[in-house]
């Protein structure tokens, strides 16, 4: 059975504190700051802590690109001539992004890139000897490795943090460290020694009043317990930790808990309270993109469903589990993996031959057993060909179904290529019939009905002037939003200055459009800038429509080969799985698609909505 991966103790943001004291909504507060905020280190202070803000609702994407952006304006600020103090601030403000976006990486699964962003902030406390940034490194550096299994250079990185911190006398740090380096610990199966450090940290973790690594420990210790089958210990701290993340709405640390509980009670036997704590534990995962704890989620389902006899639900958690693994590791990683597991079943078969012929040998006469060991080694030979047969027709079999599903992959993006051709066509046909059309033979009525009333003097007629005049205006605007944008002879951020004044309605909706840098976003392939702006246009349709919003911000970098663009609004939000996606949400789906991207939508009731688009330019 799968335990859930036992949680690393980091110190994240130096500056959190003192800013989430603050009333109201941070996220809208931060937000009206950066509109009139100029492009110096207090909108780098501001931007990082947005994204922390994200960071602590788990929307790691959008938390990545407000992050990516801080980086963006500090390598700004860095070509400018300033002074050595701001000089040094801004290094300080690019170690806080770093950290973020780290921190982001690390939670989604992804630890080399987390490893990365770790690294240059460590290099970045070296050259301001910030012996307290380079202890908090350490302990990121550390866990990440421990992630990756590599516990003895995990182990090194939290003995010399602990030894940084206990100079420095850092209660905070050194709590951290040894809760962390019990992590390490409990993967070497040093459980007493585990719980040993894990109770010294939950100990000064009381002292300080500090609930959120309360909540970590108290899961860690369950979790040692688990290693040891001490199942009433284990769910004791696991509901402990179980309430103290609910109160902190930790939802890395909620799905932790509910993962381990319902292990627990699959192992003994209570499999409707383990059924209910595990849909709810991988609901969870899903929701904020903990890809490692969705997979053991989906593992300790397969174990639920085939000890209950489930087993169609256990063979689909499994190939759930199976594709999370494909996601997680390298394909290298699985062939030797997969050439271990063939070793050792057949070397295990051919033990077990072995033993069965030496004692057969040990009854017959001397004569046989030259005999027998021929055919023993004929048997060992055949089973060896045997082996080697299934594993060509298998890997035959797998090749023949990859092309099968990439065959039918390029037929649907083809379908949809020329789906997404034709709507365009059919836009600019219906945009020149209304323009040239009917709004040509109503401006012609139009004038009819002018001329007639000036002759005969018919007040009744001045209403219906007026209304086909308007009817008019609107025809004009619907064909100019149909028709294919200028992107010929205007450049792209021109033209989606455009699109989005279109939009603004005084005193009712205010659109703030950011960018960077215009020149390289000029100069992207011209078929991603058409596929922009629809996607752009498509948006702010719907927000007009439905989101009731009265702020809308629009977001669009470049950062060497990735294209980012942010919307979000402050409407009415909505479910994300009660609503139904429209035509206009399905088609954005289908350019996204088309472009290798990614799309992501956050939206919850009365908090607004916030769609992320992530393009890579070098797939295009």
Do not use: W
Request: hydrophobic residues 40%; proline residues 2%; glycine residues 6%.
């Amino acid at each position: 059975m799968v335990k859930r991966k036992i949680f690393g103790i980091a110190l994240i943001f130096l500056f959190a504190l003192s800013f989430m004291l603050h009333a109201g909504n941070p996220i809208d507060s931060l937000k009206r700051l950066l509109l009139s905020d100029k492009a110096d280190t207090n909108k780098l202070l501001h931007l990082n802590k947005l994204s922390q803000e994200y960071l602590k609702i788990c929307s790691y994407d959008t938390a990545i690109l407000y992050a990516n952006s801080a980086l963006q304006l500090a390598a700004v600020i860095s070509d400018e001539e300033n002074s050595d103090a701001v000089k040094q601030t801004v290094k300080k403000r690019v170690a806080a992004s770093n950290i973020i976006i780290g921190r982001a990486y690390r939670n989604q699964g992804d630890y080399p890139r987390a490893l990365d962003c770790y690294i240059k902030v460590l290099k970045i406390d070296e050259e301001l000897k910030n012996i307290r940034g380079i202890a908090n490194d350490l302990g990121s550096i550390g866990i990440v490795y421990d992630n990756l299994s590599n516990y003895p250079q995990a182990l090194e990185c939290y003995l010399r943090a602990l030894k940084m911190n206990e100079d420095l006398g850092n209660k905070i740090g050194i709590a951290m460290n040894l809760a962390n380096i019990g992590n390490v610990y409990i993967e070497e199966g040093k459980y007493p020694k585990a719980l040993d450090y894990y109770f010294k940290a939950l100990k000064i973790d009381e002292e300080l009043g500090d609930e959120n690594y309360q909540g970590i420990v108290l899961g860690n210790i369950g979790a040692a317990y688990l290693k040891q089958k001490k199942y009433p210990e284990a769910l004791d701290y696991f509901f402990k930790a179980l309430k103290k993340t609910e109160e902190l709405e930790d939802k890395n640390g909620i799905a932790a808990a509910l993962s381990n509980i319902g292990s627990i009670y699959t192992s003994e036997n209570k499999y409707k309270e383990a059924e209910d704590y595990l849909l709810r534990a991988l609901s969870l995962d899903k929701e904020i993109g903990a890809m490692d704890g969705e997979r053991d989620d989906e593992n300790n389902l397969t174990i639920l469903y085939e000890k209950t006899g489930r087993y169609q639900l256990a063979l689909e958690h499994f190939k759930n589990e199976v594709a999370l693994k494909d996601t997680l590791f390298n394909m290298e990683k699985e062939k030797q993996l997969t050439r271990k597991e063939m070793n050792y079943k057949f070397d295990k078969k051919e033990a077990a031959t072995k033993a069965e012929q030496d004692k057969k040998d040990a009854m017959t006469a001397e004569g046989k057993k030259n005999q027998r060991m021929v055919i023993y080694f004929i048997s060992g030979g055949l089973v060896l060909l045997l082996v080697l047969i299934v594993f060509i027709v298998t890997g035959y079999r797998q090749k023949i179904r990859s092309n099968n599903i990439i065959a039918l992959k390029n037929e649907e993006i083809g379908r949809q290529k020329a789906n997404i051709v034709g709507q365009e066509e059919e836009r600019k046909r219906i945009a020149q019939e209304l323009h040239d059309g009917i709004g040509g033979a109503l401006a012609g009525t139009k004038l009819n009905l002018v001329r007639i009333n000036s002759l005969q003097n018919i007040p009744e007629l001045d209403s219906v002037i007026e209304y086909i005049g308007e009817t008019c205006k609107e025809i004009r605007t619907i064909s100019h939003n149909l028709a294919p944008p200028a992107l010929t002879d205007n450049s792209f951020i021109d033209v989606m200055k455009e699109v989005i004044q279109k939009f603004i309605i005084p005193d009712k909706l205010k659109i703030n459009f950011e960018y960077f840098p215009e020149e390289e976003l000029n100069n992207i392939q011209m078929n991603i800038q058409a596929d922009m702006y629809r996607i752009v246009q498509e948006l702010l349709t719907n927000i007009t429509k439905h989101a009731e919003a009265s702020q809308v911000e629009i977001d669009i970098s470049k950062q060497e080969n990735e294209l980012f663009l942010l919307v979000e609004d402050n409407g009415k939000g909505f479910e994300m799985t009660a609503a139904r996606k429209g035509i206009g949400l399905q088609n954005i789906e289908s350019r996204v698609k088309l472009l290798n991207g990614k799309m992501i939508i956050d939206s919850k009731i009365g908090r607004g909505t916030a769609v992320n688009i992530n393009l890579s330019l070098a797939d295009q």
